[in-house]
């Protein structure tokens, strides 16, 4: 017979993997449910505060209950409930934090209110730090002036197993248990219990889309869905991912870009739409770069590159007004500004000031020579185009540390882009170039199907050359050109990157939840429970 998971026996690791504490709190379920207290209760906690709203309301030090002087009648009562963060057990009183989604809030509890038995038997001894609790009682503050909640009722919701990395004291000093960059990211969820303010970070991020997202409804562009399976990968130069739809036997691929989807629908009559979307591309990782990433793309019809470079720029001014009430915003020992208008630059001028040669007009095989006379590697199935990217990524792109925007890109670089209206060879594009990375790609889109064929065949012969990034030929989209498609001006925005940008993070795993990793060694990591102590780092 199966052993119920609730057996005095149950272990569900084995006993030799388990630290200490980690067999202690798994005895500690066992007396609980002795007790008939069930770790895990099934019922509902109302709670009718938070601690920042109770903070909040006694802000002022001559507002509130001081200790003993308040008659039941005039008490304020409240139900709270989070995490168990401290403990500080004085014989017959204790003192806890708990700690909500708004932050901590101290309890008091007391042998005589509680029960003895509960208290001695239950609360000293089978409670711990990482425990969520329930607490009942009413608000007062204690003789050295900190806003309490005196507790009534102590109920336990789930008890924690592991026990949590919190920081330590040691010769004066404050050290981190959890620093290690790797095992926040993996373990994230103990990084959001142990670093409250990494929450912060992703509330901010939220904000962020919210408000783009006002800023794109308020001007009647209709927001999108559109397919993240694609029989053909399109809207940019990536590798793509590939999967197998076993109904319908055919290979798919996570889509890199949702641009000639995007596109089909002002083909179809819509005047403005946007997809705030995960694309994927099959690619290296940095602290710049995650396979799986969040885009925004917009596309409005009758309107070209010119008109989005002030959109663009009306828009991140505003996400920085809602986000820090100033369009200065702090990246690193820097400030970035991202007040309008912004600088202008075309490409080949920003190439030519950045390294000392004119490079507009040169062959495939002059700029290769160049761009090796520069130390840049140039590889055979680089096109022209590559060697052009290769070099402005190099020399310039790290120089552009304000919010710059540099247009009228090569020709060769931007297959979906129309041709420049007055200079031959280049495109109508521009990139908004910040702290040193592209942050959003924009184009006066091309809508000429002959065209679009010939630079698809163009993106052909280069995979063909072994050039893996190279668009495919998506017959569907010529089609739904040859329908026509208005003047259309298209803009494509990293929300990772900006996000960074906006909450002042070093990388884009610091603002992506989950980002992907290695899978872990087959040797156990460092515990995220403070096991392993030796690499401790003051703060």
Excluded at 163 to 180: M, N, Q, S, T, V
Excluded at 418 to 429: A, D, N, T, W
Aim: glycine share 6%; net charge negative.
């Amino acid at each position: 017979m199966n052993e119920s998971p609730h057996s005095d026996a149950y272990r569900p690791e084995p006993e030799q993997e388990l630290s200490d504490q980690e067999r202690r709190r798994r005895e500690e379920l066992v007396l609980l449910r002795a007790r008939g207290i069930d770790p895990y209760p099934a019922e509902a906690f109302e709670v009718s505060a938070h601690a920042a709203e109770i903070l909040a309301r006694y802000r002022d030090p001559e507002t509130g209950d001081a200790e003993g002087q308040v008659p039941p009648e005039a008490r304020w009562y409240v139900s709270v409930a989070g995490r168990i963060m401290s403990q500080r057990i004085m014989g017959k009183a204790m003192f806890f934090h708990i700690q909500d989604e708004t932050g901590r809030i101290q309890i008091y509890a007391r042998r005589d209110e509680l029960g003895a038995e509960f208290y001695d038997e239950v609360l000293k001894k089978l409670f711990d730090i990482g425990d969520i609790v329930g607490v009942r009682g009413w608000v007062f503050r204690t003789r050295t002036g900190e806003i309490s909640v005196h507790a009534t009722e102590v109920k336990l919701l789930a008890k924690a197993l592991r026990p949590l990395p919190l920081p330590k004291e040691k010769d004066g000093k404050i050290y981190h248990a959890f620093r290690d960059k790797e095992q926040r990211y993996r373990l994230r969820y103990v990084d959001l219990i142990v670093n409250p303010h990494v929450r912060e970070v992703f509330r901010k991020r939220a904000r962020m889309i919210r408000t783009i997202r006002d800023f794109l409804d308020a001007r009647g562009y209709l927001e999108v869905e559109t397919p993240v399976l694609q029989p053909i990968y399109g809207g940019a130069t990536a590798r793509p991912f590939v999967t197998y739809h076993n109904a319908l036997d055919m290979p798919l691929y996570l889509r890199i870009a949702d641009e000639l989807y995007l596109k089909r629908l002002i083909v179809g009559g819509f005047e403005g739409v946007y997809e705030i979307a995960k694309d994927f591309r099959n690619e290296g990782m940095s602290r710049f770069h995650n396979p799986e990433f969040t885009m925004l793309e917009l596309y409005v019809a009758y309107k070209d590159y010119y008109w989005m470079m002030g959109l663009v720029e009306e828009m991140l001014e505003t996400v920085a007004l809602s986000l820090h009430g100033s369009t200065r915003v702090p990246v690193g020992d820097r400030w970035i500004d991202f007040r309008r208008p912004w600088p202008r630059v075309e490409f080949f001028t920003a190439l030519r000031e950045a390294t000392g040669r004119e490079l507009y007009g040169l062959s495939r095989e002059e700029l290769a020579r160049v761009a090796r006379e520069l130390g840049v590697q140039v590889e055979p199935s680089m096109g022209a185009g590559k060697i052009l990217d290769e070099l402005f990524s190099t020399f310039v792109e790290p120089a552009c540390i304000q919010p710059t925007i540099v247009m009228d890109y090569p020709l060769e670089l931007s297959p979906l882009a129309k041709r420049h209206r007055s200079k031959p060879g280049l495109v109508e594009r521009f990139e908004v170039i910040c702290n040193g990375k592209e942050l959003c790609n924009a184009f006066s889109e091309l809508n000429d199907p002959i065209d679009q064929r010939e630079r698809f065949l163009e993106q052909a012969r280069l995979r063909a050359q072994g050039d893996e990034e190279a668009m495919q030929i998506d017959e569907d989209f010529l089609r739904a050109l040859e329908y026509g498609m208005p003047p259309t001006a298209g803009l494509g925005v990293g929300i990772d990157r900006l996000a960074m940008i906006m909450t002042n993070q070093e990388s884009i795993r610091d603002v992506i939840l989950f980002p992907h990793m290695k899978p872990e060694s087959a040797s156990p990591p460092a515990s995220a429970s403070g096991q392993q102590q030796d690499q401790e780092v003051p703060c």
